[in-house]
Each structure stands twice: as structure tokens, then as C-alpha cells.
């Protein structure tokens, strides 16, 4: 059993970081992009005991499915997440956001305490116990500047209401990246997708060729992101 800690001080209150922790995207954000780990399933609303995250992780040509359940919530102030199946004999990992003021101004340390027992499988995947608590470390570091930064952006805009926003090539380079970003910053995000069939809460049909719109469920939008188009690198 090894244990790995990591505080990080943000400019921020417990409750704002636990807020963005709290919202679609934010998750998908705290993916490392060099992992290959995707997110497959997470119950919508804030961190609830019992609630389930299911992601994906990559090993060899196959991916193989990694649950975790939260335990332990304290509504802004922190939540962990206990593996129930997944690649490790057994994993916890432990949020908090502390109380932590900066000249006189109220802050938060972020403060993630991870917990893993490594198996036997763990050697099939050419992991050791070094080269394991290696990549933690590193994964920490990411999760924790990402964190930082994206909390510190939408502070900037904190006094303006959330926008309804829909994004054009939502499942490209840039577009996978800026509708979790936007939704972890408390906005409603709409994909606008060429899949007639699709029945997703957050997409809406679009066909340009045909000139065809699923108008119905872009009412009272605030703003369009236009990232569709021709791939550069074709």
C-alpha cells in the first residue's frame, strides 16, 4: 500500500473549487490527455455517497472499464473516490479544499491524497511499483494545475450569469476540449451534431448541406462557437 499527496494553494474559496469539481466537464478536464482514460459514465448533480463514475482505460489494443464510488462527501469541502473494479488491487482517492487565506483574502489548498495497492496485473501492464507511483505523481501535478487555471478563468467572469452556448465540430481537436471546459464553468452547452438519429440530451441535429436545423432545441441560446470545417491536416 503507497500513499501520494499533492496540496496545491488557489486564489479561490473551498466552495468555488468544490463547485467547478462539482459540474459536467470538469472530470473530463482532469483527464490527462497523454493517459488515453476516457470517461464513459458519471451520474449528473454534485458528488453524492454512492454515486458511480465509470471511465475507460487503455491496455494493449483493448479498453477495460474503471468504477469508482464516492464516499465520504462534505459538500464544499471535499469527496473521495474508492475504486470497486478497475486496475488496482484497491485505490482511494481523497479531495479536500481547505481553508487557506492569502493576505487577507479568503483561499483554498487543494489538498489530494491517493491511496493504491498495485496487483499482480499491474506487471502486464509494464508497470512497477516505481514507474506506477511515477505516473501519479505526474497525473497529480496535471489534475492540480488544471484545476488551478480553469477555477481561475471562470473566476474572472464569476459576476456575469451563465450562457447557453452551442458548439459547432464539438468532436474535434478543439471542441472536445472547450465544451467540458465551458460546462465546468457552470455554462449549458448544446453539440450541434450531423447524427439525424441522435437522441442526446446535450446534442441538437444539424445538417448545412441540407440546410436542416433541429431549431426546437436551440431556444434562448446566448452564443454559437463555429469550429466545424474542413480538417487542416487533410
Known sequence: MTTITRSTAIAASPAE?????????????????????RLERRAPG?????????????????????VAVYRN????????????????ASAIYAHRMLPHPQDGKEAC???????????FAASLMGWGDRLAMRRIERM????????RADVLRHQ???????????????????????????RAGGHTVTRLVRDPVSRQRDAAHWNPAAGTLDADRLQG????????????AA
Open 140 to 147: 497529480l501535478a496535471f489534475r492540480h494545475e488544471r484545476t
Open 109 to 119: 489548498l487543494l489538498e489530494d491524497e491517493v491511496t493504491v495497492k498495485l496487483p
Open 17 to 37: 473549487v468544490y463547485a467547478w469539481y462539482a459540474r459536467p466537464g470538469a472530470l473530463e478536464r482532469l483527464l490527462p490527455p497523454w493517459s488515453g482514460i
Open 221 to 232: 441560446l446566448d452564443a454559437v462557437v463555429h469550429l466545424a470545417g474542413e480538417n487542416i
Open 46 to 66: 454534485a458528488p453524492t455517497d454512492g454515486m458511480r463514475v465509470t471511465l475507460s482505460i487503455p491496455v494493449g489494443p483493448w479498453r477495460l472499464p474503471w
Open 156 to 182: 474572472r467572469f464569476a459576476g456575469r450569469p451563465p450562457l447557453r452556448i452551442a458548439v459547432t465540430g464539438a468532436s474535434g481537436l478543439l471542441g472536445r476540449r472547450l465544451v467540458p471546459f465551458l
Open 73 to 88: 462527501t462534505v459538500p464544499g469541502r471535499q469527496f473521495c473516490e474508492e475504486q470497486v473494479e478497475g486496475p488496482f
